[in-house]
Protein backbone atom coordinates (compact mmCIF):
# COMPACT_ATOMS: atom_id res chain seq x y z
CA UNK A 1 0.00 0.00 0.00
CA UNK A 2 1.49 3.63 -0.74
CA UNK A 3 0.47 6.54 0.92
CA UNK A 4 -0.02 10.11 -0.67
CA UNK A 5 -0.60 13.29 1.17
CA UNK A 6 -3.60 15.33 1.66
CA UNK A 7 -1.76 18.48 0.62
CA UNK A 8 -0.76 16.32 -2.79
CA UNK A 9 -2.14 13.43 -4.19
CA UNK A 10 0.76 12.91 -6.60
CA UNK A 11 3.61 12.27 -4.26
CA UNK A 12 3.54 8.31 -3.21
CA UNK A 13 5.00 7.23 0.27
CA UNK A 14 5.74 3.99 1.81
CA UNK A 15 3.94 2.85 5.03
CA UNK A 16 7.13 3.17 6.84
CA UNK A 17 8.13 6.27 5.37
CA UNK A 18 4.76 7.69 6.33
CA UNK A 19 5.47 6.25 9.63
CA UNK A 20 8.38 7.58 10.78
CA UNK A 21 7.80 11.17 9.17
CA UNK A 22 4.50 11.21 10.96
CA UNK A 23 3.38 14.65 8.57
CA UNK A 24 4.38 14.91 5.10
CA UNK A 25 6.89 17.16 4.03
CA UNK A 26 4.24 19.71 2.41
CA UNK A 27 2.86 19.35 6.24
CA UNK A 28 -0.64 17.41 5.01
CA UNK A 29 -1.62 14.21 6.43
CA UNK A 30 -0.82 10.69 5.14
CA UNK A 31 -3.34 8.55 3.18
CA UNK A 32 -3.82 5.07 1.60
CA UNK A 33 -3.81 5.86 -1.99
CA UNK A 34 -6.97 3.25 -2.44
CA UNK A 35 -9.43 1.90 1.21
CA UNK A 36 -8.90 -2.27 0.61
CA UNK A 37 -12.90 -3.63 0.30
CA UNK A 38 -12.12 -6.97 2.95
CA UNK A 39 -12.92 -10.04 1.14
CA UNK A 40 -16.59 -11.84 1.49
CA UNK A 41 -14.32 -14.69 3.24
CA UNK A 42 -13.04 -12.47 6.17
CA UNK A 43 -16.51 -11.27 7.13
CA UNK A 44 -18.27 -14.35 7.14
CA UNK A 45 -15.19 -15.61 9.69
CA UNK A 46 -15.44 -12.70 11.70
CA UNK A 47 -17.51 -13.49 14.25
CA UNK A 48 -14.44 -16.20 14.73
CA UNK A 49 -11.84 -14.32 15.05
CA UNK A 50 -10.44 -12.71 17.74
CA UNK A 51 -9.23 -9.35 18.66
CA UNK A 52 -5.49 -9.72 17.66
CA UNK A 53 -6.33 -11.96 14.05
CA UNK A 54 -8.80 -9.20 13.13
CA UNK A 55 -6.30 -6.53 13.41
CA UNK A 56 -3.42 -8.69 11.86
CA UNK A 57 -6.33 -9.05 9.50
CA UNK A 58 -7.04 -6.09 8.42
CA UNK A 59 -3.35 -3.90 9.19
CA UNK A 60 -1.73 -6.55 6.82
CA UNK A 61 -3.44 -4.45 3.41
CA UNK A 62 -2.03 -1.37 4.74
CA UNK A 63 1.39 -2.59 5.99
CA UNK A 64 2.34 -4.32 2.56
CA UNK A 65 6.01 -5.75 2.88
CA UNK A 66 6.94 -2.70 5.35
CA UNK A 67 6.42 -5.09 8.09
CA UNK A 68 6.53 -8.86 7.67
CA UNK A 69 3.34 -11.18 8.41
CA UNK A 70 5.00 -13.13 10.93
CA UNK A 71 6.11 -9.83 12.61
CA UNK A 72 2.81 -7.82 12.20
CA UNK A 73 1.29 -11.31 13.93
CA UNK A 74 3.49 -10.78 16.97
CA UNK A 75 2.64 -6.95 16.93
CA UNK A 76 -0.89 -7.43 17.29
CA UNK A 77 -0.83 -9.55 19.55
CA UNK A 78 1.11 -7.70 21.64
CA UNK A 79 -0.81 -4.33 21.32
CA UNK A 80 -4.17 -5.76 21.78
CA UNK A 81 -3.49 -7.76 24.79
CA UNK A 82 -6.71 -6.49 26.97
CA UNK A 83 -10.48 -7.00 25.97
CA UNK A 84 -12.38 -4.34 24.34
CA UNK A 85 -15.67 -5.96 25.73
CA UNK A 86 -19.24 -4.95 24.32
CA UNK A 87 -21.50 -3.86 27.25
CA UNK A 88 -24.80 -3.94 27.43
CA UNK A 89 -26.10 -0.42 29.19
CA UNK A 90 -29.63 -0.45 28.22
CA UNK A 91 -32.45 -1.77 25.75
CA UNK A 92 -30.88 -1.31 22.31
CA UNK A 93 -28.07 0.04 23.66
CA UNK A 94 -24.36 -0.76 24.28
CA UNK A 95 -21.15 0.46 24.81
CA UNK A 96 -17.66 -0.26 23.67
CA UNK A 97 -15.32 -0.24 26.33
CA UNK A 98 -12.13 0.81 24.93
CA UNK A 99 -10.62 1.88 28.28
CA UNK A 100 -9.14 -1.29 29.48
CA UNK A 101 -5.24 -0.81 28.08
CA UNK A 102 -2.69 0.25 30.26
CA UNK A 103 -3.60 4.29 30.70
CA UNK A 104 -7.02 3.45 30.90
CA UNK A 105 -7.76 5.61 27.60
CA UNK A 106 -8.55 4.56 23.97
CA UNK A 107 -5.77 6.35 22.85
CA UNK A 108 -3.14 3.03 24.04
CA UNK A 109 -4.57 1.52 21.10
CA UNK A 110 -3.14 3.74 18.65
CA UNK A 111 -0.17 4.63 20.70
CA UNK A 112 0.67 0.71 21.39
CA UNK A 113 0.24 -0.08 17.49
CA UNK A 114 2.78 3.25 15.97
CA UNK A 115 5.30 1.97 18.81
CA UNK A 116 5.55 -1.58 17.79
CA UNK A 117 6.14 -0.59 13.72
CA UNK A 118 8.16 1.91 14.60
CA UNK A 119 10.62 -0.36 16.96
CA UNK A 120 10.36 -2.86 13.94
CA UNK A 121 12.04 -0.69 11.83
CA UNK A 122 14.43 0.65 14.35
CA UNK A 123 15.42 -2.76 14.60
CA UNK A 124 15.52 -3.42 10.70
CA UNK A 125 18.02 -0.44 10.01
CA UNK A 126 19.76 -1.39 13.60
CA UNK A 127 19.65 2.31 14.32
CA UNK A 128 18.03 3.44 17.57
CA UNK A 129 15.44 6.40 17.16
CA UNK A 130 14.24 8.63 19.64
CA UNK A 131 11.24 10.25 20.03
CA UNK A 132 10.38 13.46 21.38
CA UNK A 133 6.87 14.30 23.10
CA UNK A 134 5.49 17.36 24.38
CA UNK A 135 2.36 16.70 26.15
CA UNK A 136 -0.26 18.83 28.32
CA UNK A 137 -1.07 15.10 30.27
CA UNK A 138 -3.30 12.70 28.98
CA UNK A 139 -1.70 11.93 25.73
CA UNK A 140 1.97 11.90 26.72
CA UNK A 141 1.07 8.68 29.00
CA UNK A 142 -0.51 7.07 26.33
CA UNK A 143 2.53 7.53 24.08
CA UNK A 144 5.13 6.46 26.77
CA UNK A 145 3.00 3.67 27.72
CA UNK A 146 3.34 2.17 24.79
CA UNK A 147 6.92 2.41 23.58
CA UNK A 148 7.52 1.16 27.06
CA UNK A 149 10.64 -1.74 26.57
CA UNK A 150 9.75 -1.34 23.25
CA UNK A 151 13.55 -1.84 21.71
CA UNK A 152 15.41 0.04 19.97
CA UNK A 153 13.29 3.46 20.97
CA UNK A 154 14.65 5.78 23.51
CA UNK A 155 11.36 8.35 24.65
CA UNK A 156 11.79 11.92 26.22
CA UNK A 157 8.64 13.19 27.43
CA UNK A 158 8.25 17.16 28.25
CA UNK A 159 5.75 18.20 30.51
CA UNK A 160 4.49 21.88 32.33
CA UNK A 161 6.06 21.67 35.40
CA UNK A 162 2.67 21.99 37.95
CA UNK A 163 0.34 22.11 35.26
CA UNK A 164 -0.68 18.65 34.63
CA UNK A 165 -2.88 16.64 37.22
CA UNK A 166 -1.40 14.35 39.86
CA UNK A 167 -2.33 10.93 38.55
CA UNK A 168 -0.90 12.13 35.00
CA UNK A 169 2.49 13.26 36.63
CA UNK A 170 2.59 10.24 38.18
CA UNK A 171 1.92 8.08 34.93
CA UNK A 172 4.68 10.31 33.11
CA UNK A 173 7.34 10.33 35.86
CA UNK A 174 7.24 6.44 37.19
CA UNK A 175 7.37 4.64 33.77
CA UNK A 176 11.29 4.41 33.98
CA UNK A 177 13.10 1.89 31.20
CA UNK A 178 13.51 3.82 28.23
CA UNK A 179 11.18 6.35 28.99
CA UNK A 180 12.50 10.00 30.77
CA UNK A 181 10.16 12.56 31.56
CA UNK A 182 11.52 15.98 31.81
CA UNK A 183 9.84 18.53 33.52
CA UNK A 184 9.85 22.15 32.05
CA UNK A 185 9.73 25.22 33.91
CA UNK A 186 7.09 26.66 32.04
CA UNK A 187 3.81 25.84 29.59
CA UNK A 188 2.88 23.46 27.51
CA UNK A 189 3.61 25.91 24.32
CA UNK A 190 7.14 26.05 25.77
CA UNK A 191 7.30 22.12 25.64
CA UNK A 192 5.84 21.97 22.36
CA UNK A 193 8.48 24.66 20.99
CA UNK A 194 11.73 23.18 22.34
CA UNK A 195 10.66 19.81 20.54
CA UNK A 196 9.82 22.13 17.87
CA UNK A 197 13.49 23.86 17.42
CA UNK A 198 14.75 19.88 18.18
CA UNK A 199 13.44 18.60 15.41
CA UNK A 200 15.11 21.88 13.04
CA UNK A 201 18.49 21.32 14.83
CA UNK A 202 20.60 18.92 12.61
CA UNK A 203 23.60 18.20 15.41
CA UNK A 204 20.39 16.58 17.45
CA UNK A 205 18.90 14.89 14.56
CA UNK A 206 21.93 13.41 13.35
CA UNK A 207 23.11 12.50 16.74
CA UNK A 208 19.49 11.07 17.83
CA UNK A 209 17.32 9.85 15.16
CA UNK A 210 14.65 11.89 16.09
CA UNK A 211 11.18 10.86 15.28
CA UNK A 212 7.71 12.49 16.65
CA UNK A 213 4.93 10.37 17.77
CA UNK A 214 2.26 12.83 16.73
CA UNK A 215 -1.58 12.19 16.70
CA UNK A 216 -1.48 12.45 13.45
CA UNK A 217 0.40 9.46 12.65
CA UNK A 218 -1.09 6.98 10.19
CA UNK A 219 0.05 4.16 12.33
CA UNK A 220 -2.03 5.97 15.33
CA UNK A 221 -4.85 5.87 13.08
CA UNK A 222 -5.01 2.34 10.94
CA UNK A 223 -5.28 0.46 14.08
CA UNK A 224 -8.57 2.34 15.49
CA UNK A 225 -9.87 0.65 12.77
CA UNK A 226 -9.92 -2.69 14.49
CA UNK A 227 -11.91 -2.48 16.97
CA UNK A 228 -15.53 -1.75 15.02
CA UNK A 229 -14.70 -5.29 13.25
CA UNK A 230 -14.46 -6.56 16.71
CA UNK A 231 -17.49 -4.28 17.96
CA UNK A 232 -19.74 -6.00 15.23
CA UNK A 233 -18.23 -9.30 15.84
CA UNK A 234 -19.81 -9.55 19.39
CA UNK A 235 -22.81 -8.39 18.34
CA UNK A 236 -23.33 -11.07 16.06
CA UNK A 237 -26.08 -13.25 15.18
CA UNK A 238 -28.33 -9.92 14.67
CA UNK A 239 -30.80 -8.73 12.00
CA UNK A 240 -30.24 -5.04 13.20
CA UNK A 241 -28.63 -2.29 11.70
CA UNK A 242 -25.57 -1.06 13.81
CA UNK A 243 -24.95 2.47 14.54
CA UNK A 244 -22.04 3.67 16.29
CA UNK A 245 -21.52 7.06 18.37
CA UNK A 246 -17.96 8.48 18.93
CA UNK A 247 -16.91 11.19 21.41
CA UNK A 248 -15.15 13.33 19.09
CA UNK A 249 -11.92 15.77 19.04
CA UNK A 250 -9.17 15.76 16.51
CA UNK A 251 -12.20 12.73 15.02
CA UNK A 252 -9.49 10.02 14.69
CA UNK A 253 -11.53 7.90 16.36
CA UNK A 254 -14.38 8.56 14.40
CA UNK A 255 -12.35 8.20 11.40
CA UNK A 256 -10.92 4.80 12.28
CA UNK A 257 -14.59 3.90 11.89
CA UNK A 258 -15.91 5.22 8.46
CA UNK A 259 -12.25 3.46 6.88
CA UNK A 260 -13.65 0.23 8.61
CA UNK A 261 -17.59 1.21 6.20
CA UNK A 262 -15.41 1.47 3.48
CA UNK A 263 -13.48 -1.86 4.26
CA UNK A 264 -16.84 -2.86 3.69
CA UNK A 265 -17.92 -3.40 7.38
CA UNK A 266 -21.67 -2.89 7.41
CA UNK A 267 -21.91 -0.29 9.56
CA UNK A 268 -25.20 1.30 9.43
CA UNK A 269 -24.31 4.81 10.28
CA UNK A 270 -22.16 7.14 12.75
CA UNK A 271 -22.98 9.84 15.30
CA UNK A 272 -20.13 12.24 15.45
CA UNK A 273 -20.97 13.56 18.97
CA UNK A 274 -19.14 16.94 20.24
CA UNK A 275 -18.94 19.03 23.38
CA UNK A 276 -19.14 23.07 22.71
CA UNK A 277 -16.61 22.53 20.47
CA UNK A 278 -18.56 21.81 17.55
CA UNK A 279 -17.00 22.38 14.13
CA UNK A 280 -17.91 19.22 12.97
CA UNK A 281 -21.53 18.96 14.00
CA UNK A 282 -21.83 22.41 12.77
CA UNK A 283 -20.23 21.34 9.31
CA UNK A 284 -22.31 18.43 8.78
CA UNK A 285 -25.34 20.90 9.50
CA UNK A 286 -24.92 23.57 7.24
CA UNK A 287 -21.45 22.25 4.92
CA UNK A 288 -19.35 25.12 6.17
CA UNK A 289 -16.08 24.31 7.96
CA UNK A 290 -15.20 26.84 10.15
CA UNK A 291 -12.02 26.09 12.76
CA UNK A 292 -12.13 27.91 15.90
CA UNK A 293 -10.23 28.92 19.26
CA UNK A 294 -11.00 26.25 21.35
CA UNK A 295 -13.08 26.29 24.56
CA UNK A 296 -12.42 24.44 27.47
CA UNK A 297 -15.39 21.74 29.38
CA UNK A 298 -15.74 18.26 31.28
CA UNK A 299 -14.82 16.36 28.60
CA UNK A 300 -11.31 18.09 28.08
CA UNK A 301 -9.97 15.03 26.10
CA UNK A 302 -12.55 16.58 23.26
CA UNK A 303 -11.59 20.26 24.03
CA UNK A 304 -10.06 20.71 19.76
CA UNK A 305 -11.09 23.68 17.50
CA UNK A 306 -9.31 22.46 14.59
CA UNK A 307 -9.61 18.93 14.17
CA UNK A 308 -6.45 17.23 12.84
CA UNK A 309 -8.49 14.67 11.17
CA UNK A 310 -11.12 16.56 9.44
CA UNK A 311 -8.51 16.98 6.62
CA UNK A 312 -8.74 12.95 6.21
CA UNK A 313 -12.64 13.05 6.62
CA UNK A 314 -12.72 15.33 3.76
CA UNK A 315 -10.34 12.90 1.31
CA UNK A 316 -12.46 9.23 2.00
CA UNK A 317 -15.67 11.42 0.97
CA UNK A 318 -13.75 13.68 -2.21
CA UNK A 319 -15.18 16.79 -0.15
CA UNK A 320 -18.74 16.04 -1.02
CA UNK A 321 -20.95 17.09 2.21
CA UNK A 322 -23.98 15.36 0.69
CA UNK A 323 -21.97 12.00 0.45
CA UNK A 324 -20.59 12.64 4.16
CA UNK A 325 -24.16 13.12 5.99
CA UNK A 326 -25.31 10.11 4.41
CA UNK A 327 -22.75 8.20 6.79
CA UNK A 328 -22.43 10.42 9.39
CA UNK A 329 -24.92 12.78 11.74
CA UNK A 330 -23.62 15.74 14.27
CA UNK A 331 -24.52 16.45 17.86
CA UNK A 332 -23.04 18.57 20.45
CA UNK A 333 -23.61 19.35 24.12
CA UNK A 334 -23.23 21.24 26.67
CA UNK A 335 -21.48 20.15 30.09
CA UNK A 336 -24.94 20.80 31.73
CA UNK A 337 -26.36 18.10 29.70
CA UNK A 338 -23.09 16.00 30.11
CA UNK A 339 -23.55 15.68 33.30
CA UNK A 340 -27.97 14.64 33.45
CA UNK A 341 -26.73 11.79 30.91
CA UNK A 342 -24.13 10.80 33.49
CA UNK A 343 -26.70 11.06 36.60
CA UNK A 344 -29.83 9.85 34.74
CA UNK A 345 -27.71 6.54 32.96
CA UNK A 346 -26.30 6.19 36.55
CA UNK A 347 -29.57 6.10 38.57
CA UNK A 348 -31.63 4.01 36.07
CA UNK A 349 -28.73 1.25 35.22
CA UNK A 350 -26.02 1.84 37.42
CA UNK A 351 -23.67 2.19 34.77
CA UNK A 352 -21.00 4.78 35.00
CA UNK A 353 -19.98 7.38 32.33
CA UNK A 354 -16.92 9.29 32.17
CA UNK A 355 -17.89 12.33 30.69
CA UNK A 356 -16.72 12.07 27.12
CA UNK A 357 -18.83 8.49 27.01
CA UNK A 358 -21.89 10.69 28.25
CA UNK A 359 -21.52 12.85 25.30
CA UNK A 360 -21.58 9.72 22.86
CA UNK A 361 -24.56 8.30 24.92
CA UNK A 362 -26.72 11.35 24.43
CA UNK A 363 -25.76 11.65 20.51
CA UNK A 364 -26.59 7.86 20.11
CA UNK A 365 -29.97 8.64 21.87
CA UNK A 366 -30.85 11.74 19.63
CA UNK A 367 -30.89 10.00 16.22
CA UNK A 368 -30.85 6.01 17.34
CA UNK A 369 -34.26 3.75 15.56
CA UNK A 370 -34.62 1.37 18.16
CA UNK A 371 -37.31 -0.22 16.03
CA UNK A 372 -34.38 -1.90 13.34
CA UNK A 373 -31.19 -0.08 14.47
CA UNK A 374 -28.32 -1.09 17.39
CA UNK A 375 -26.59 1.14 18.90
CA UNK A 376 -23.46 1.30 20.17
CA UNK A 377 -21.22 4.20 22.26
CA UNK A 378 -17.53 4.60 22.44
CA UNK A 379 -16.44 4.87 26.31
CA UNK A 380 -12.57 6.55 25.51
CA UNK A 381 -11.82 6.40 29.03
CA UNK A 382 -11.91 4.90 32.40
CA UNK A 383 -14.33 7.23 34.36
CA UNK A 384 -11.58 6.94 37.33
CA UNK A 385 -9.39 9.51 35.12
CA UNK A 386 -12.18 11.92 35.52
CA UNK A 387 -12.56 10.77 38.80
CA UNK A 388 -13.43 14.20 40.62
CA UNK A 389 -16.25 15.28 38.03
CA UNK A 390 -18.02 11.82 38.21
CA UNK A 391 -17.90 11.97 42.08
CA UNK A 392 -19.31 15.16 41.93
CA UNK A 393 -22.08 14.50 39.48
CA UNK A 394 -23.05 10.99 40.85
CA UNK A 395 -22.35 12.10 44.25
CA UNK A 396 -20.59 8.69 44.93
CA UNK A 397 -17.08 7.30 45.58
CA UNK A 398 -15.42 5.21 42.51
CA UNK A 399 -12.85 2.44 42.32
CA UNK A 400 -9.52 3.68 41.00
CA UNK A 401 -8.46 0.61 38.71
CA UNK A 402 -5.37 -1.36 40.53
CA UNK A 403 -2.98 -0.20 38.11
CA UNK A 404 -3.79 3.51 37.84
CA UNK A 405 -3.63 2.98 41.71
CA UNK A 406 -0.35 1.73 41.56
CA UNK A 407 1.06 4.07 39.66
CA UNK A 408 0.50 6.24 42.36
CA UNK A 409 1.97 5.22 44.84
CA UNK A 410 5.47 4.93 43.04
CA UNK A 411 8.28 7.44 43.02
CA UNK A 412 8.46 10.12 41.08
CA UNK A 413 11.55 10.30 38.71
CA UNK A 414 12.23 13.34 36.26
CA UNK A 415 14.68 15.99 35.43
CA UNK A 416 13.94 19.78 36.05
CA UNK A 417 15.04 21.77 33.10
CA UNK A 418 14.34 25.37 32.10
CA UNK A 419 12.28 26.56 29.12
CA UNK A 420 15.63 27.38 27.44
CA UNK A 421 16.55 25.68 24.10
CA UNK A 422 20.33 25.58 25.16
CA UNK A 423 20.27 23.38 28.30
CA UNK A 424 17.16 21.17 26.45
CA UNK A 425 19.82 20.65 23.89
CA UNK A 426 22.96 20.06 26.42
CA UNK A 427 20.75 17.51 28.41
CA UNK A 428 19.93 15.35 24.45
CA UNK A 429 23.76 15.44 23.93
CA UNK A 430 24.23 13.78 27.26
CA UNK A 431 22.12 11.01 27.13
CA UNK A 432 24.00 9.32 24.35
C1 LIG B 1 -8.49 11.78 22.61
C2 LIG B 1 -9.78 11.48 23.27
C3 LIG B 1 -11.02 11.65 22.60
C4 LIG B 1 -11.12 12.21 21.20
O1 LIG B 1 -10.65 11.33 20.25
P1 LIG B 1 -10.33 11.85 18.76
O2 LIG B 1 -9.81 10.68 18.04
O3 LIG B 1 -9.30 12.94 18.93
O4 LIG B 1 -11.59 12.38 18.21
C5 LIG B 1 -12.18 11.28 23.25
N1 LIG B 1 -12.15 10.82 24.53
C6 LIG B 1 -10.99 10.66 25.20
C7 LIG B 1 -11.04 10.17 26.59
C8 LIG B 1 -9.78 10.97 24.60
O5 LIG B 1 -8.64 10.83 25.30
Same mark, same amino acid.
Given at each position: MKYFSTNNTELRYSFKEAVIKG? =?? #?KGLFFPVSIPKLSDAFFKNLPNLSLPEIGFEVAKHFV? #? #??SDANLREITEEVLNFPIPVVPVEEGISTLELFHGPTCAFKDVGARFMSRCLSAFAKKSQEDVTILVATSGDTGSAVANGFLGVEGVQVIILYPAGKVSKIQEQQLTTMGQNITALEVDGTFDDCQALVKTAFADKELNEKLNLTSANSINIARLLPQSFYYFYAWAQMQPTNKKLVFSVPSGNYGNLTGGLLAKQMGLPIHSFVAAANKNKVVPDYLASGKYEPKASVQT??? =?????????FARMMEMYQDRHADVIKDVNGAWYTDEETEEAMLDVYNRTKYILDPHGAVAYLGLKKYLNVKDELGIFLETAHPAKFKDTVEAVLNTEIKIPDYLQECLGKKKLSFLISKEFNDFKAYLLKID
Open positions: L =AP #DG #D #DIISN =AMDVGTPSN
